[in-house]
């Protein structure tokens, strides 16, 4: 019998690494690529198997100014180079696919990724 993994326990403004490679059509994420977890702490139980996140590209095609969040280098976020979290593309994505990091984004990007996802949807903050 296979041992029980302990659940990944997220928190909010953590850096993890998502595989979204295999299953994805046109124009969606095919490959490893970094991400924000942007779900509030305790919104969900430890096991549950899933976490909303939004994907870091290196892409400046992508980022939307009005919904993107410049990420620059720092120790803290652990990034080689700068990146925008686009927070338009906000996914919610099985555990199971990600590698959790000790890298996170400052309170004051997760802040702003929140608001715009809450534009990106119709939801004025």
């Keep these: 019998m296979a041992a029980e993994r302990a659940p990944l326990v997220l928190h909010a403004g953590q850096i993890v690494v998502a595989d ?25 139980a430890p096991g549950y198997p899933s976490t909303i996140l939004v994907p870091l590209t290196e892409d400046a095609a992508l980022a939307i100014p009005d919904l993107s969040v410049a990420i620059v280098p720092t120790t803290e976020n652990g990034c080689a180079k700068p990146c925008w979290a686009v927070s338009h593309l906000v996914a919610t994505t099985s555990k199971a ?6 890298s996170r984004i400052a309170r004051e990007q997760l802040a702003l990724i929140r ?10 903050m």
């Design 115 to 124: 608001r715009q996802i809450a534009l990106a949807i119709g939801i004025a």
């Design 20 to 44: 979204w490679r295999g299953d994805a059509v046109p124009k969606e994420p095919n490959k490893l690529r970094p991400a924000v977890v942007v779900e509030e702490d305790g919104l969900f």
């Design 97 to 102: 696919r990600l590698r959790a990091t000790q």
